[in-house]
């Protein structure tokens, strides 16, 4: 049975080298005490401030989106011409 004692000595030197995975936890902040949260005011928006600002989050995504489609069509016809040529 010399395989089964050599998966088992390298399952235990693979567990002996493997990081403890608490220590990424003990620099956090005390999350689960409830009085040390923190507070945040947040301004309160009317329906009209609401409404200006799906307007300018749509014309910015659409302004994205435009040059994405640009840039890719671009770079497809670039491939393809240089695909062509070779």
């Known amino acids: 049975m010399p395989l ?6 390298t ?7 493997r990081l403890d ?3 990424h936890f003990k620099k956090t902040k005390n999350v689960h005490n409830k009085s040390s949260k923190e507070i945040y005011n947040f301004p309160e ?4 401030l609401n409404q200006e600002i799906r307007a ?3 014309e ?3 302004k994205t989106r435009t040059k994405t489609v640009v840039i ?3 770079l497809v016809a670039i491939i393809l011409i240089l695909l062509f040529l070779i």
């Open 11 to 17: 399952i235990r030197s693979n567990k002996s080298v």
């Open 45 to 48: 928006a009317s329906p009209e």
């Open 4 to 9: 089964g004692e050599s998966m088992l000595s």
């Open 60 to 62: 910015e995504n659409k």
């Open 56 to 58: 300018r989050m749509r």
């Open 21 to 23: 995975k608490s220590k």
């Open 72 to 74: 890719s069509f671009v």
